[in-house]
């Protein structure tokens, strides 16, 4: 059965650094497109980046352009989203994202940001 598993997420300070992996099976991970959704507390559930199936095409939340990095190994069914000088506001629960058939997710992975 299809599966997405994230992992990485934790506590940072200000100012630092996150990578999430999401590792994916049970479908054909390199036709589709792969993405990062967050949700914060109270707020809805937001799209954060996309890649394409060939990883040469990516789209980014405006708020978070110039930070995050979608990428993905085909090889290694795995996508992964390098977060870069975080911010407070950048807190939430990470989920992992495909549409196989139906709207497939992770259980999500918390991201908090704070000194």
């Known amino acids: 059965q299809v599966q997405l598993v994230e992992s990485g997420g934790g506590l940072v300070q200000p100012g630092g650094s996150l990578r999430l992996s999401c590792a994916a099976s049970?479908?054909?991970?390199?036709?589709?497109?792969m993405k990062w959704y967050r949700q914060a507390p109270g707020k809805q559930r937001e799209l954060v980046a996309r890649?394409?199936?060939?990883?040469?095409?990516?789209e980014y939340l405006d708020s978070v352009k110039g930070r995050f990095t979608i990428s993905r190994d085909n090889a290694k069914n795995t996508v992964f989203l390098q977060m870069n000088s975080l911010k407070p506001e950048d807190t939430a629960v990470y989920y992992c994202?495909?549409?196989?058939?139906?709207?497939?997710w992770g259980q999500g992975t918390q991201v908090t940001v704070s000194s």
């Open positions: 049970g479908f054909t991970f390199s036709i589709y497109d």
């Open positions: 994202y495909a549409r196989v058939g139906t709207e497939r």
């Open positions: 890649v394409t199936p060939s990883g040469y095409t990516t």
